[in-house]
């Protein structure tokens, strides 16, 4: 049997150390007698005395709880864990990834955009069979023709009022020598008075292989060839690179046939003349009729 030191409290049940009632240690008391009755009405009235019943139902409470309402260590305290906080790490990290994608993505545009190489835009051949093999050529010429674009070409300089006379004066003689060099039926020397490209007539611009097909039936036909020039007005550009030369042109040509019989072709018009400096001399570009006054049997004077 033991009994509390503090409040008398009486205790059977050997194993318990500390009183349930303050948690004082206990101690030991030798009765010497097995009746614990005998124990109990020798002892003073205490709380456990004065309620039998309660002394009982303390006895029989197991040990377990008694180390839980008097632990041993008293040092030893149980306190309920708060729950864990929730981390917002994720929400950080998403906002950073936001924020990366968004400075990366401005970056590279403004990398495409300064990085992209400046395209011309060229219009290609149109035929597939030559794609491949005049690619170089197009695109040299095509430079070529954007660079020559892009330079302002030098004004040439105005001719001076003697300077235009003396050009109208050089106009005028190389009108006459061609017209000298048809009356002596000298064709190519006449047909050295042409530039290698000529507007012609109503055949439109053809070059020197067509135009000596055009005259020399009427070199051929005709053995005499006559050419008369009246009322010639001469006009030099400023440049002195280009002189229109306007005239009444009357002409007479006579021949005989195969068959002995004569053949004439007689006219007259108001004439163009267009002569363009090539290589520092006059040459015509350019040769039609104005007016028509009057042809003879219906063949062209143009001749």
């Excluded at 948690?23 to 004065?50: H, M």
């Excluded at 004439?264 to 006059?282: F, H, P, Y």
């Amino acid at each position: 049997m033991k009994i509390c030191p503090q409040c008398q409290s009486t205790y059977t049940n050997d194993d318990l150390q500390f009183c349930l009632q303050d948690g004082a240690p206990l101690n030991t008391v030798n009765t010497g007698s097995q009746d614990p009755t005998a124990v109990w009405n020798s002892e003073p009235e205490t709380v456990i005395k004065a309620d039998r019943n309660q002394m009982r139902i303390n006895l029989q409470q197991p040990e377990t709880q008694q180390n839980q309402a008097i632990p041993t260590n008293p040092q030893t305290q149980f306190h309920d864990n708060p729950p864990p906080k929730k981390s917002k790490a994720w929400i950080f990290l998403l906002l950073g990834l936001i924020v990366l994608l968004f400075v990366g993505g401005a970056a590279a545009i403004a990398a495409y955009f300064l990085l992209k190489p400046q395209t011309t835009v060229v219009q290609g051949n149109t035929n597939n069979s030559n794609n491949g093999t005049n690619t170089n050529s197009t695109d040299n010429a095509n430079a070529n023709a954007n660079a020559n674009a892009n330079v302002t070409p030098t004004p040439k300089p105005t001719l001076k009022p003697a300077e235009i006379d003396a050009a109208k004066k050089e106009a005028e003689s190389a009108l006459y020598g061609w017209k000298a060099a048809a009356e002596s039926h000298n064709l190519d020397t006449n047909l050295s008075s042409y530039a290698d490209t000529v507007d012609y007539y109503k055949g439109g611009k053809i070059n020197k292989t067509k135009l000596r097909a055009s005259k020399e039936p009427a070199y051929k036909k005709y053995d005499q060839i006559k050419i008369d020039i009246d009322n010639m007005k001469v006009v030099v550009d400023p440049t002195g690179e280009k002189a229109t030369v306007t005239f009444d042109k009357t002409w007479d040509f006579a021949g005989v046939d195969k068959d002995g019989n004569d053949v004439v072709n007689r006219g007259s018009v108001q004439q163009q003349v267009i002569l363009t400096k090539v290589n520092g001399k006059w040459k015509i570009s350019s040769e039609k009729d104005m007016k028509v006054y009057y042809v003879d049997k219906g063949e062209d004077g143009d001749y």
